[in-house]
């Protein structure tokens, strides 16, 4: 089938979400034709993009990231803000697609003529985003969107790759997440710039105990931005509570990151570390397609089997080839 590529980029930039959902797909297909598609499309439509504020929303499964999110994304709607969705779902080992299809947990928002939800398969991608999620924002923010939410699978303390992507991130997490919090550690704790206790409807005590407890935990988490001391808030995904203290506390960070100058930078660094991600990418998937690669590939694997090589040597030797 033959696409017009000026037929689509004028769709995407006029906001068409038809022509969106097809861009978004021919930048995450596997077949390398339709990836390059992608890519002219992407390309065309650059001078689009970088007008939105990015917002991850990570936590561990469960926490109710998705019900925080529709009423988080409908309040940017009704504040007249175009907002879009991005949300990674486990991978089936099966089908390779999405599992959960967060779509169907957020119906307010999904109703909103303003909105647009797309969920992505992680495609076994650690990090908890999927591996093309920061070509999916520059897409979106082409197709006008002002306001992307990105959220995470859901892994717990590999999710850190969601702060490269993001210009502000949330963390959602249960009252009473002692254990958790050992769970969780250091690693997706040090990016959060802002912690939120979920189900502050319950009006328990344990909610208040538990900001406390996290409170305390951030101030002795490493953390890189200076001008910004992390928030920890209550509230409810369920029936909204403490709603506007977020979008406030979103809207400062962001404020504050862009007097600092931070917000820029971080958008740059950001370019030069998926410049990183996907040459990596391309080497892998390059040296793969090599018939020479290929073959001292299967005799270093032998050796390592037969105990005649370690890994780390059988690495060398590849690279040297």
Request: hydrophobic content about 35%.
């Amino acid at each position: 089938m033959k696409y017009d590529l000026n037929e689509i980029v004028l769709g995407l930039k006029s906001g068409d979400l038809s022509y969106l959902s097809r861009s978004i797909t021919f930048i995450e297909s596997t077949s390398e034709k339709h990836f390059r598609f992608g890519q002219e499309i992407l390309e065309k439509v650059l001078d689009k993009t970088g007008n939105s504020v990015r917002i991850g929303v990570t936590g561990p499964p469960g926490v109710g990231k998705s019900t925080l999110i529709d009423i988080l994304g409908l309040h940017y709607c009704n504040m007249g803000f175009k907002t879009a969705v991005l949300a990674i779902d486990p991978s089936s080992k099966v089908s390779g697609g999405s599992i959960l299809g967060d779509k169907t947990r957020m119906t307010s928002l999904a109703k909103h003529e303003n909105s647009y939800i797309r969920p992505t398969p992680s495609s076994g991608m650690l990090g908890g985003t999927a591996s093309r999620t920061k070509e999916s924002i520059l897409l979106c923010e082409a197709a006008g969107f002002e306001r992307i939410i990105v959220e995470t699978v859901g892994v717990g303390q590999n999710e850190i790759n969601i702060a490269s992507v993001v210009d502000v991130l949330v963390m959602l997490l249960n009252p009473g997440s002692g254990d958790e919090l050992q769970g969780i550690k250091r690693g997706i704790l040090e990016v959060s710039d802002i912690l939120a206790i979920n189900k502050a409807d319950n009006g328990t005590s344990l909610v208040n105990e538990t900001v406390l407890e996290y409170k305390n935990a951030v101030r002795i988490l490493n953390y890189d931005k200076e001008f910004w001391r992390r928030k920890v808030l209550k509230i409810s995904a369920i029936d909204g509570t403490n709603l506007e203290t977020l979008v406030n506390a979103i809207d400062d960070f962001c404020s504050k990151s862009r007097e600092n100058g931070f917000f820029d930078k971080n958008r740059i660094d950001q370019e030069g570390q998926r410049l990183k991600e996907i040459l990596k990418e391309e080497i892998f998937k390059r040296a793969f397609q090599s018939q020479q690669f290929l073959e001292k590939y299967e005799e270093v694997v032998e050796r390592i089997k037969n105990k005649k090589a370690t890994a780390i040597k059988g690495v060398m030797e590849l690279l040297n080839k």
